[in-house]
């Protein structure tokens, strides 16, 4: 007799498949997904960008405990991938886990463009989107333009939750160039209230909470300001009009010094527990820098050779200053 695989076990596989990642969200985020889910109890959920379907299982599973509610999930399918046991194309691979899970009531996968098979669904969603999950096309067009299909159908009170918008991190800029946008007119925090929450990967996510009726239409840049955004990006130069928000990049730099004679200690190690144990070894002059944190308080084993090792080191930062200096001394071991 067939064993019964539950929905977590069927997750866990599509976690593991050759190709989930780092295409799919990794599964911290996913779980997130899960969870505000079930806490906002949307009836419809829509998502652009499925790739094998690994977030959209999350959205689904939560319904399915909800009892109600469906998720719409646009896709282009537009290349294979290797999904293992021979299976190439992306929407049979979504389809596929979308039965094996008896989630076919639920989840109903549109192939195509966003922003071109929107008359297609119309009717299905129009003015009924409760929560809405952008992770499609990441470039400023691509995101302007699911931005302007989709936004006036999420209900007042909806959300819309963006994937990746900490471009230095994920190498794709529209996400932040539309949230840069959208606060550079006052829409929000006029129209849309907003919160940034940091991922493992460091790419990010973005709530956005619609708070009025406003209908919303954001105007591509010209090709030259595009091109200026992208360069910014890049770390190339500032981009333009001032009003564009600016967002501190949170920047911490640890000096690690013999605590006697004052000295930096090159090739000390810092290993960041709340960043997967992340490991840094520090420069010649005993420095280790600590980009694209958040400010908040993070939690540090230090140690060098020949030294006392500092465990469960805690360095505060703060959200005044987007700079921090710390010096911690160590203490040479005794023979
Ligand atoms: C990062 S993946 C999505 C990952 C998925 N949300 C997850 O976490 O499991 C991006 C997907 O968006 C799709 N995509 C890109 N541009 C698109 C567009 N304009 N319309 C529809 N899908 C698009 C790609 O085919 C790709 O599968």
Do not use: W
Request: net charge positive; glycine share 6%.
């Amino acid at each position: 007799m067939n064993k019964r695989i539950s929905l977590s076990e069927i997750i866990q596989e599509v976690d593991q498949l050759p190709c989930s990642h780092p295409a799919s969200v990794n599964i911290d985020v996913a779980q997130y997904y899960y969870c505000i889910t079930k806490m906002l109890r949307p009836l419809l959920v829509v998502e652009i960008g499925c790739f094998i379907g690994f977030s959209t299982l999350h959205f689904a599973k939560a319904l399915k405990e909800l009892s109600f509610g469906k998720v719409i999930s646009i896709d282009a399918f537009d290349h294979n991938v290797d999904a293992g046991r021979g299976m190439v194309n992306r929407q049979e691979v979504a389809e596929y886990y979308r039965k094996k899970a008896g989630l076919e009531d639920i989840i109903t996968y549109v192939k195509g463009y966003s922003t071109l098979v929107y008359t297609k669904i119309r009717d299905q969603i129009k003015n009924k989107i409760d929560l809405l999950y952008i992770d499609g096309d990441h470039t400023v067009k691509g995101m302007f333009g699911d931005f302007n299909t989709y936004y006036d159908d999420v209900r007042v009170g909806g959300y819309i939750i963006i994937h990746d918008v900490n471009p230095e991190m994920c190498g794709v800029h529209g996400p932040r160039a539309l949230i840069d946008h959208l606060k550079s007119y006052r829409t929000i925090p006029n129209d849309i209230e907003l919160i940034e929450m940091p991922t493992r990967d460091g790419f990010g996510i973005a709530i956005l909470h619609k708070k009025t009726d406003k209908r919303i239409t954001i105007h591509l840049p010209e090709p030259k300001v595009l091109k200026r955004i992208k360069n910014k990006f890049l770390g190339k130069i500032p981009y333009f009009p001032a009003k564009i928000v600016q967002r501190p990049v949170y920047v911490l730099h640890v000096t690690i010094i013999d605590g006697q004679s004052k000295k930096p200690i090159p090739g000390s190690r810092i290993t960041c527990l709340q960043r997967f144990n992340e490991v840094r070894i520090a420069n010649k002059d005993g420095c280790v820098i600590i980009d694209n944190y958040l400010p908040n308080r993070y939690l540090f084993d230090i140690s060098a050779e020949g030294y006392v090792a500092q465990s469960d080191f805690i360095i505060d930062l703060s959200a005044e200053k987007p700079l921090h200096n710390v010096t911690v001394p160590l203490i040479k071991q005794s023979c």
